[in-house]
Every structure is written in C-alpha cells, then in structure tokens.
C-alpha cells in the first residue's frame, strides 16, 4: 500500500509539473513532426531522479490511439513517459515496441499492458530480456532504488517476430525490422514510410558515447546501422539523444564504430595486449559525453571481439 502511494505522489506530481516538471525529471518532450515525438531521456546513468529512463523514447498519435516506442526502465518511470504522453495528445497508447533488450527498452511493458496496448518486440530481444531480467532488474535496484522498483515487474511481449513485422495504424504504416546484432542482440529499428521518419532503438547514439558491452558486437552493429541507414530517414530518433538527422548518427556512432574496429585491428596486428590498450587514441571522439567512463571499456570490449574473429 506504501509503494502503491508513492507512485501515485509521483505520477500527481508529475502531472502538476507539465512539460517543465520534465526537464527537472530527466525527460523532454520533443516535437519531431505532425504527431511524431521524441521523449528525450537522461543522457547519464540511471537514476532515482530518472527512474531508469536514461535513453531516448518515441511517440507517434493517430486518430486510432498513439504508438510508443519503448517502454522505460520500470513501471514509475512507464507512468512518467505516460504523464509526458498527456501533455501532447489524450489518445490511449494502444500498442507499445520494444527496440531491444536493454531495461529501459521493455521494463515499462507492464504498466501499458494494463491500460490495454498491445506489446510487439523480436524474438531475439525477448530472448535477451529473458536471459538478462535478473541481472537487469539487480543494477536497477542499486541505481534508481528499491522502493522506487517496487512496483516493476516483467513483462514480455506478446506479439512476436523474427526479421520484419509491420502494422498500420490511423493511416500510419509501421515497418519494423530487426538487422542483427548491435548494442544488444535484439535490436531493431521502426520505419514510419509516409514519414520518412526512424526510430533507431540502441543502435544510433548522438551527444553521448555509445556502450559496447557484453551483451554487443559491433562488428554486425556497424551491419546494422548501415542496414538502416540505408532507409535515407528525413527525421532520426536516436535511442539515446535528441531527434537529430542522419549525418549526425554517421558522425557519433557510425564513425566511432569504424574508428574502434580499425584502430583496434591495428593495434592486433601489432602485436598489442590488451593491458596496454589505453595507448589506442580515442580523443578525436571526447567530445562525447560519457567518454571517460566509457571508451577505455569500450577498447577492450572491441579487443575482446576481434581476437576471436
């Protein structure tokens, strides 16, 4: 009953906040085009500030319901985004995509599952949520809080596909495609045609130094991204930044890729070992946030995969 109090404060307060009370809370709604809308996440770690909801999520209104991309890090920060959604449309969310695999991609699923949307993801992300709940619900709990996490629970898509699922909606086609593995093995991206719209999921970061983790390969996330790419997007939703265009997803994730792989492949042929790997030059991409904490991981993880390619 506590719990179930807390949230509800939370969400008042949300609420009472408006637009305003978003910036303060990590997140900020941003207009992309006619009913397409970017809900722009912290671009640090997670928080109990941001709920888990450190990343970049997708809005889209029809007259038939509104589609979201992404669900958030937990079900306080799924009421959050749905607080958001009030402030531009009173249309229901009727169906919700996961992009991938990664929490604050699918945490979010059972708050809108009980409003009644539908959840659509790959196989290859639920498998991944699936394999990683565990491990991502104990991080969660560490960063954003026990009480705050009380009230997430799992829950996995219903509607499932392989490569390539689409649907319209309100005269709006949706295509979603699955690539391959990028940041996660699971995820995909969302084509909006009429629109010439995309929402990237993890594969584009902008503003923020992408993660290469365990979980990646960037070798078939370059594959990926150029899969994706290829739909030449008017409007880029990235899955962590603002809306942006293309040439800046070449330049914060596309570059950052080929610079990794070739860099590191250099310094294998080299015959270097992984505990001098701090001497590859990462600095032409330190403008990035989260350089520091990240590119040192990020060149070990690359040696890691390319030894074994």
Do not use: C
């Not at 305003?20 to 006619?34: D, H």
């Not at 709006?172 to 929402?199: C, M, N, R, Y």
């Amino acid at each position: 009953m506590v719990n179930s109090f807390r949230t509800f404060v939370l969400f008042a307060a949300l609420l009472a906040f408006g637009v305003q009370g978003w910036a303060q809370g990590g997140l900020r709604v941003q207009k992309v085009t006619q009913d397409i809308y970017a809900l722009v996440g912290d671009l640090g770690n997670r928080s109990p500030e941001n709920l888990g909801n450190n990343a970049t999520f997708g809005l889209v209104v029809t007259d038939e319901g509104a589609v979201l991309i992404d669900s958030g890090g937990s079900y306080a920060g799924a009421q959050a985004i749905a607080v958001a959604i009030k402030t531009v449309t009173d249309q229901p969310v009727v169906k919700v995509i996961n992009t991938g695999g990664q929490d604050h991609r699918w945490l979010g699923n059972d708050y809108f599952k009980r409003q009644g949307a539908e959840i659509i993801a790959g196989a290859a992300a639920v498998e991944d949520q699936q394999a990683r709940t565990q491990d991502q619900l104990i991080v969660l709990n560490n960063l954003v809080g026990e009480e705050l996490m009380a009230s997430t629970n799992p829950v996995y898509a219903e509607t499932r596909f392989e490569d390539e699922y689409a649907f319209t909606l309100g005269g709006k086609e949706f295509a979603i495609h699955h690539k391959g593995q990028a940041h996660t093995p699971g995820d995909s991206f969302v084509w909006l045609p009429g629109e010439k719209t995309l929402f990237s999921g993890d594969i584009v970061y902008v503003e923020r130094m992408l993660g290469v983790g365990g979980q990646s390969n960037s070798k078939s996330w370059l594959e990926a991204y150029q899969a994706m790419a290829a739909f030449e997007p008017r409007h880029l939703i990235p899955g962590h930044g603002p809306a942006t265009t293309l040439a800046r997803g070449n330049k914060d994730t596309r570059d950052y890729l080929r610079f990794l792989r070739r860099s590191i492949g250099a310094f294998i042929d080299n015959g270097g070992n992984v505990a001098d790997i701090s001497s590859v030059d990462q600095s032409s991409f330190s403008y990035l946030l989260n350089f520091d904490s990240l590119a040192g991981r990020n060149a070990q993880q690359v040696f890691f995969e390319m030894e074994w390619e």
